[in-house]
C-alpha cells in the first residue's frame, strides 16, 4: 500500500486538490470531503494507467507540515 499526500486548495467556488509525488493528477470538488474522494478515484486511475503503460509507480515521498510564523511589528 502507498499513501500519498495530497495538497487542498480552496477557490472562490469549489476546491482543488493534486499529490505532489503524482505530477498531472488533480481533482476538484465542490466540498472538502468531495476532493478527497475525487482525488482517491484519480490517484487510482493515474495509477492504474501507470501499470498498463509499464511505468514506474513512484514512491512517496512527499511531507507537509505547518510553521507559526510572527511578523515584525504585529500584535500577534
Do not use: F, W
Not at 505530477?23 to 486511475?45: D, F, H, L, R, Y
Not at 494507467?49 to 511531507?63: A, F, K, Q, W, Y
Request: charged share 25%; glycine share 6%.
Amino acid at each position: 500500500m502507498y499513501r500519498y499526500l495530497i495538497i487542498i486548495e480552496k477557490e472562490a467556488e469549489n476546491y482543488g486538490a493534486y499529490s505532489p509525488d503524482l505530477p498531472g493528477c488533480v481533482a476538484v470538488g465542490s466540498s472538502e470531503e468531495e476532493v478527497k474522494q475525487n482525488m482517491q478515484e484519480a490517484i487510482e486511475m493515474h495509477l492504474e494507467g501507470m501499470l498498463e503503460d509499464h511505468e514506474p509507480i513512484p514512491i512517496p515521498h512527499s511531507t507537509a507540515d505547518y510553521l507559526d510564523v510572527t511578523l515584525p511589528n504585529s500584535a500577534a
